[in-house]
């Protein structure tokens, strides 16, 4: 009878330690993901208005948010009074002297000449008085620095005006025309700065949080709006080493969305190794400390079906 028992203990334990055993074994199961995507502004301004809300799907060419930045008015204003000024500079420098310019230069052409003549006469009159030892050397040096002044102003006259009547220098004309063209381009700057004052969308999206409100400062580079790219769904699933050797890259596999029973067909597109810290998605993943883990990314095969699972839902992969 005690022989019975024995007996009966041992298979009763071992019944047990076999269903112990194949509760341990569980289905991989991983989570629900999309493409994530952010917009934000390209400069620095306080939201005037919000076009869109939480939970829309926008698509790319869409007005998500205006603001409004003053600064950039301030420059447009600046870089337009540059393009006036240059502008005319470079026109000046084409068109060379007016009449009424030209004819103050003959003016004072004639002016100098006349002081030049007299200053060549008097140092004539000194140099003979000094040869004749009626002029002190002082006095004499005095008249020939005269002479040597007026000669400079003449000379000035002279090139300034040969330089208007044969017409403004290439060189003059170019660097006219390169400030003209700095200044457009400081403008053109400015408008685009102006433009971004609107933030677009440049792809779809699925709007899941907007990060400010109407009134306050939205800096540069801010993400202002995020969420995920439609018809992006995958699913992520951590598969431990002793287990991986039962998946491969290009394999299709079938799947389970937890909370609404949905059945999936899907397609492994990526085998990699998690690193040690990893985000590890299967809960509770049944593997050794000594073995490495493995990150399995499955597309679906039918999207249409898997677009509009939530995201971040439990999904079981099937064996």
Same mark, same amino acid.
């Given at each position: 009878?005690?022989?019975?028992?024995?007996?009966?203990?041992?298979?009763?334990?071992?019944?047990?330690?076999?269903?112990?055993?194949?509760?341990?074994?569980?289905?991989?199961?991983?989570?629900?993901?999309?493409?994530?995507?952010?917009?934000?502004?390209?400069?620095?301004?306080?939201?005037?208005?919000?076009?869109?809300?939480?939970?829309?799907?926008?698509?790319?060419?869409?007005?998500?948010?205006?603001?409004?930045?003053?600064?950039?008015?301030? @420059?447009?204003?600046? *870089?337009? +009074?540059?393009? #006036?000024? %240059?502008?005319?500079?470079? $026109?000046? =420098?084409?068109?060379?002297?007016?009449?009424?310019?030209?004819?103050?230069?003959?003016?004072?052409?004639?002016?100098?000449?006349?002081?030049?003549?007299?200053?060549?006469?008097?140092?004539?009159?000194?140099?003979?008085?000094?040869?004749?030892?009626?002029?002190?050397?002082?006095?004499?040096?005095?008249?020939?620095?005269?002479?040597?002044?007026?000669?400079?102003?003449?000379?000035?006259?002279?090139?300034?005006?040969?330089?208007?009547?044969?017409?403004?220098?290439?060189? @003059?004309?170019?660097? *006219?025309? +390169?400030?003209? #063209?700095? %200044?457009?381009?400081?403008? $053109?700057? =400015?408008?685009?700065?102006?433009?971004?004052?609107?933030?677009?969308?440049?792809?779809?999206?699925?709007?899941?949080?907007?990060?400010?409100?109407?009134?306050?400062?939205?800096?540069?580079?801010?993400?202002?709006?995020?969420?995920?790219?439609?018809?992006?769904?995958?699913?992520?699933?951590?598969?431990?080493?002793?287990?991986?050797?039962?998946?491969?890259?290009?394999?299709?596999?079938?799947?389970?969305?937890?909370?609404?029973?949905?059945?999936?067909?899907?397609?492994?597109?990526?085998?990699?190794?998690?690193?040690?810290?990893?985000?590890?998605?299967?809960?509770?993943?049944?593997?050794?400390?000594?073995?490495?883990?493995?990150?399995?990314?499955?597309?679906?095969?039918?999207?249409?079906?898997?677009?509009?699972?939530?995201?971040?839902?439990?999904?079981?992969?099937?064996?």
């Amino acid at each position: 009878m005690m022989h019975k028992n024995i007996a009966v203990l041992f298979a009763a334990l071992f019944l047990f330690g076999s269903c112990s055993k194949n509760e341990k074994i569980k289905e991989p199961e991983g989570k629900t993901k999309k493409d994530v995507i952010s917009f934000a502004p390209k400069v620095t301004g306080r939201i005037v208005k919000i076009y869109v809300s939480e939970g829309q799907t926008v698509k790319k060419g869409d007005t998500l948010a205006q603001l409004d930045v003053p600064e950039v008015s301030a @420059k447009i204003a600046q *870089a337009q +009074g540059a393009v #006036s000024a %240059a502008t005319a500079q470079e $026109q000046m =420098a084409k068109n060379g002297a007016t009449a009424d310019q030209l004819r103050q230069l003959q003016a004072k052409y004639k002016g100098l000449k006349e002081q030049y003549d007299f200053a060549q006469k008097s140092y004539r009159r000194a140099n003979n008085m000094f040869r004749d030892s009626l002029m002190s050397p002082q006095a004499h040096d005095e008249v020939y620095a005269k002479l040597q002044g007026a000669k400079a102003q003449y000379d000035a006259v002279v090139a300034e005006l040969d330089d208007v009547t044969r017409g403004t220098r290439v060189e @003059k004309v170019e660097m *006219a025309a +390169g400030q003209a #063209s700095q %200044a457009k381009g400081a403008l $053109q700057e =400015a408008n685009v700065a102006y433009s971004e004052r609107y933030i677009i969308a440049t792809n779809n999206m699925e709007i899941e949080t907007i990060s400010l409100n109407t009134g306050e400062l939205a800096t540069a580079g801010f993400a202002l709006f995020n969420g995920y790219i439609p018809e992006s769904t995958f699913f992520r699933f951590t598969i431990p080493e002793s287990a991986i050797s039962k998946y491969k890259k290009g394999q299709d596999v079938s799947m389970q969305v937890v909370y609404n029973k949905e059945n999936l067909q899907g397609n492994i597109v990526y085998i990699k190794q998690l690193t040690k810290y990893a985000d590890i998605t299967t809960a509770y993943p049944d593997y050794q400390l000594q073995d490495a883990i493995y990150e399995i990314k499955v597309k679906p095969k039918d999207m249409n079906k898997a677009k509009n699972i939530l995201v971040n839902a439990n999904v079981i992969l099937n064996k």
